[in-house]
């Protein structure tokens, strides 16, 4: 009996753990439709970017790019707000974009391409503000399309995502951390371990200093090769403005849609 109790006791725990998983699948889902951000590669975009009935805004990306990072709050904020204007992602890290990446002009991360019937109206590079997308898509808001700010509602949490990419051709780590207050973002934590090959560690000083003349935040050798740290107060941080009324879930699926693991 008392093994029998503990067979069927593993069973349910094994059941719960499935069920568990399968419901945050689905959280992960319904945040992901919610914010209406659609994933471009080779496959999907002439469907999704030259047929597209509304107005794009398509941005490349990459998650060794911090400004990138950065825009996520924006292009959620517009993805909910405006349902007139379809937002797209291509990840320049990922595999199947090889037709995107010869077809576009792709010369720094991110770039945004404004698109209207097919075309090309505009491009902009860098992290910009929710405005200045709008003003070079050309957009006039349809009546009903805009819907009005909602304030954040959120329990105060943390929220840490990671993933592996590369920092000019070399392999790297980066960890981006949230503290969530009640109505909007309080604090945001970058970090990027980029690792250098023992037969480049004669050029890592130069990379390093090369890092530090960007601004963009503190950088401090490792053992494996060099950290690049931006914090909440960092000048780097400051200039980019970012849009901070995100929620925990807005958030944890913008960057689950761009790779990273969230927990």
Request: hydrophobic content about 40%; some cysteine; overall charge positive.
């Amino acid at each position: 009996m008392k093994l029998n109790k503990i067979v069927a006791f593993a069973c349910a725990m094994i059941f719960m753990a499935g069920a568990m998983t399968h419901a945050n699948a689905k959280n992960a889902q319904a945040y992901n439709e919610d914010i209406k951000i659609v994933k471009v590669n080779d496959s999907n975009f002439e469907s999704e970017i030259l047929q597209s009935k509304k107005p794009v805004i398509l941005e490349i990306s990459s998650t060794s790019c911090p400004p990138c990072l950065i825009m996520i709050p924006t292009l959620i904020s517009i993805a909910k707000n405006y349902s007139d204007i379809k937002i797209a992602s291509v990840g320049i890290d990922e595999p199947g974009i090889d037709r995107i990446k010869a077809s576009l002009p792709i010369q720094a991360f991110p770039t945004f391409f404004l698109i209207k019937d097919g075309k090309i109206v505009n491009k902009l590079v860098g992290a910009v503000k929710e405005e200045e997308l709008l003003a070079a898509l050309q957009y006039t808001p349809k009546k009903g399309a805009a819907k009005p700010a909602k304030k954040s509602r959120n329990s105060p949490k943390n929220l840490v995502c990671k993933t592996n990419g590369q920092f000019n051709g070399l392999k790297n780590l980066v960890t981006i951390s949230f503290v969530f207050g009640a109505t909007e973002i309080e604090n945001v934590d970058i970090v990027t371990d980029v690792f250098v090959p023992p037969e480049m560690s004669d050029k890592r000083e130069q990379m390093i200093e090369h890092v530090r003349a960007s601004g963009k935040g503190e950088v401090t050798p490792t053992m494996t090769g060099f950290r690049m740290h931006i914090d909440n107060n960092c000048r780097f941080m400051k200039a980019m403005d970012m849009k901070r009324t995100s929620t925990y879930g807005e958030m944890r699926a913008g960057l689950e849609l761009q790779g990273f693991t969230c927990e």
